[in-house]
């Protein structure tokens, strides 16, 4: 489903001249690269000049943020950034200033800032009807999970809308306790899926667990290909949940939730061959299978339009957000008729699931990604970055691995190829030179020391250069 088949040969068109992009740095790289006397690096240009800000000032909302706010908000960087506008895959700051947005607001612009399109449908619904309830009947909703439902394999057609991943991937737990009757379910170290009561649990990195009630939840070996025991023996991996299944439950589970790509985790692709074990393991132990799609879903891989095809498996439940309202908050639980039955033994009811305006966002959203070709634009500049950041791993020593698939990839950064000791103060001073030159970028993992590259779906070759020419620039200088 959603393969391309012409893929590889759009790939091979996009590249270097002369097909030079897998053995060198582009020739604007090297043209800007400190070694090779260049001035600092040229973001490309854009036919966008945003209208003068006249808000509040960073110091103002920096104040109002600290006394107001909750405490446990962080931000990036040494110099807290004022972000007041944005268009495609730029963002700017209160001085008009540009930067190529390489993190996406955490993988969920996937179309652009302010997609024009997106815009269009979310003020045309506003201007019809902002809210009414589900208990009304109104197109937006229905014709948007028609529309997702048509994106699923299988007999994946029922949609539950939600406001977030978090409240997803709290639904489908739910879903799956309430269809077999077992409490127990069944998730991956390293894995984030929320965090609520059954998300909490679900997730394994104490940096994101309050010590509050959090039962029933196993959390099986990760499939970590770059920091496993295993390497990338993905059925090795794979032992370890029917040995979860033995010997510590009653021999029967409710379910199994996995992101196909580890987001939050530091985007860890599990290693091959994990998954259609590990799902065979659960099911015959009763359970059903929860594939995860807050990130790596709604084309961002692109190779495929969801993470877990990529692993030829089909799940019983998915879920997703993020890149589905390219910002608006809005998220879903997709399953089968038979499953969801089983929310009619009571009442199950969300106020804002499925909101007029959020569906018409979410709608537009799909027909933006298929008029635009940006599931292909993800593999084929995706692809192409990829391999330049490779190259600067042989560059760098402290790049220690690249990973990922299409735009969700992951640069680990290490003091010791051998140890693997994760650089955590060195990705910090990269991240402030980087920003400094235009770019911004996340950053992830359990250390801290991962830069999450998860750009706007819309992010071209020429976005795609300046990143490496100023990634490049940063890590020279430390």
């Known amino acids: 489903m959603q393969r391309l088949a012409s893929s590889r040969r759009l790939l091979q068109a996009a590249l270097a001249p002369g097909g030079r992009a897998h053995s060198s740095l582009s020739a604007a790289a090297v043209a800007a690269s400190p070694q090779n006397g260049g001035g600092a690096p040229k973001m490309p240009p854009f036919d966008y000049t945003p209208p003068p800000y006249d808000g509040p000032r960073v110091a103002e909302v920096a104040r109002k943020r600290?006394?107001?706010?909750?405490?446990?908000?962080?931000?990036?960087?040494?110099?807290?950034?004022?972000?007041?506008?944005?268009?495609?895959q730029y963002l700017f700051d209160e001085d008009g200033r540009r930067y190529l947005d390489a993190f996406g607001g955490i993988a969920t612009v996937c179309c652009g800032h302010c997609h024009p399109d997106v815009i269009e449908a979310i003020v045309n619904q506003a201007n019809k009807i902002q809210h009414s309830t589900v208990l009304y009947l109104n197109h937006a909703i229905a014709d948007f999970a028609e529309a997702l439902a048509s994106k699923m394999p299988g007999d994946l057609k029922v949609v539950f809308f939600t406001n977030s991943g978090t409240e997803a991937?709290?639904?489908?737990?739910?879903?799956?306790?309430?269809?077999?009757?077992?409490?127990?379910?069944?998730?991956?170290?390293?894995?984030?899926h929320g965090n609520a009561a059954a998300t909490m649990g679900a997730t394994a990195q104490c940096n994101w667990k309050f010590n509050v009630v959090q039962t029933g939840v196993h959390h099986a070996l990760n499939p970590d290909p770059y920091r496993g025991a295993f390497g990338s023996d993905g059925e090795k991996y794979a032992r370890d949940i029917q040995e979860t299944i033995d010997y510590g439950t009653t021999g029967r589970v409710g379910g199994f939730i996995s992101e196909a790509i580890q987001g939050v985790g530091g985007i860890v692709e599990l290693a091959p061959g994990y998954l259609p074990a590990a799902y065979n393991m659960i099911r015959n132990a009763g359970g059903l299978?929860?594939?995860?799609?807050?990130?790596?879903?709604?084309?961002?891989?692109?190779?495929?339009?969801?993470?877990?095809?990529?692993?030829?498996?089909?799940?019983?439940?998915?879920?997703?957000?993020?890149?589905?309202?390219?910002?608006?908050?809005?998220?879903?639980?997709?399953?089968?008729?038979?499953?969801?039955?089983?929310?009619?033994?009571?009442?199950?009811?969300?106020?804002?699931?499925g909101?007029?305006?959020?569906?018409?966002?979410?709608h537009a959203v799909l027909k933006v990604l298929e008029k635009e070709k940006l599931q292909e634009n993800a593999f084929v500049v995706g692809s192409y970055l990829?391999?330049?950041?490779?190259?600067?791993?042989?560059?760098?020593?402290?790049?220690?691995?690249?990973?990922?698939?299409?735009f969700l990839l992951g640069v680990e950064l290490v003091t010791d190829h051998q140890k693997k000791t994760p650089a955590k103060v060195e990705i910090a001073h990269v991240m402030n030179h980087m920003k400094d030159m235009g770019v911004l970028v996340g950053k992830g993992g359990f250390y801290g020391n991962v830069f999450r590259v998860t750009p706007p779906l819309c992010f071209s070759k020429e976005d795609s250069d300046f990143f490496i020419e100023v990634m490049d620039t940063a890590l020279s200088k430390l």
């Open 355 to 362: 909101n007029p305006v959020s569906t018409a966002a979410g």
């Open 386 to 406: 990829k391999d330049q950041l490779n190259i600067l791993k042989e560059k760098h020593d402290i790049i220690g691995d690249v990973r990922g698939r299409g």
């Open 66 to 88: 600290a006394e107001f706010l909750s405490p446990s908000l962080f931000h990036f960087y040494d110099r807290p950034l004022n972000i007041v506008d944005g268009k495609m």
């Open 289 to 353: 299978c929860i594939a995860d799609e807050v990130q790596a879903g709604v084309a961002r891989t692109g190779s495929h339009f969801w993470g877990f095809e990529g692993h030829g498996v089909i799940p019983d439940i998915v879920t997703m957000a993020k890149g589905i309202g390219n910002g608006i908050p809005i998220g879903a639980v997709v399953t089968t008729p038979e499953i969801a039955q089983v929310l009619t033994r009571r009442s199950y009811f969300n106020t804002f699931g």
């Open 169 to 192: 991937n709290e639904l489908a737990l739910m879903i799956a306790r309430l269809y077999t009757g077992c409490h127990d379910i069944i998730s991956l170290r390293n894995g984030y």
